[in-house]
């Protein structure tokens, strides 16, 4: 959707009112072409940022005091490179809510409302790598790992099946259904991705090369470097 789209709602009296809404998928677009031009460049080690070091010589509280996010990112807990550094932006750019799931969950989900809501972010990328989310050190998230593996006659048959949980498929995947369970979640995002005023992208991030597959719903996938 482009330029202005008129939605139509009832009012209390039974008759119809018009409401415009923006749409702001062009400034999605060109945001989300900014990051595959950054990729692109990470990859190439031609980097035009440096992280916090691009901050040298400049107020760091100023600059953060003046910089609006414009993306917001999911990303996952043991992502250890910045987000920033793998699309090559400036400090402050994303808002960033942290995964600790390959799932969206309701304690996430509230956190990308305040950027689509509250910052007005019209671009919320869905990141995950093509490593397995490691959990093993969180307790809470193993108990029902645990308890079922409590139930299972032949523990090795199990061991010998193959991981395919970083299974490229699988993990295309896991960022579709996060898109769903974000958007049934929330009537918030929901109402402003249906209306044109915010749109959702995929990426996978190859911790070998650094580049970028970018996923789409309905669409094939692509990677930064076409």
Do not use: C
């Not at 990051?35 to 990470?42: E, T």
């Not at 960033?96 to 007005?120: C, M, R």
């Not at 490593?131 to 969180?138: G, M, N, R, S």
């Amino acid at each position: 959707m482009n330029g202005q789209d008129n939605e139509t709602r009832s009012n209390e009296n039974g008759g119809a009112e018009k409401e415009n809404v923006i749409s702001l998928l062009p400034v999605a677009d060109k945001l989300l072409s900014q990051l595959k031009s950054g990729n692109k460049r990470f990859v190439a080690d031609n980097v035009e940022q440096t992280g916090e070091n691009k901050l040298v010589g400049v107020s760091a509280r100023k600059h953060f005091q003046s910089t609006k996010p414009q993306i917001s990112i999911l990303y996952p807990s043991d992502l250890f490179i910045p987000v920033a550094t793998i699309f090559d932006q400036k400090p402050g750019t994303f808002y960033k809510v942290n995964l600790i799931s390959d799932k969206a969950d309701e304690t996430s989900v509230a956190s990308l409302e305040i950027g689509i809501n509250k910052l007005k972010t019209p671009l919320v990328i869905f990141l995950r790598h093509d490593l397995p989310l490691e959990t093993e050190e969180i307790p809470a998230l193993n108990e029902e790992k645990a308890s079922s593996a409590s139930t299972e006659m032949d523990n090795t048959d199990k061991k010998s099946e193959p991981d395919e949980s970083s299974n490229p498929a699988t993990t295309r995947r896991s960022i579709l259904m996060s898109m769903v369970d974000t958007l049934k979640k929330s009537k918030i995002i929901r109402e402003k991705f249906h209306n044109g005023q915010i749109d959702l992208v995929g990426a996978i991030y190859d911790t070998q090369s650094g580049v970028i597959e970018w996923v789409r719903p309905g669409s094939k996938t692509n990677t930064s470097q076409n």
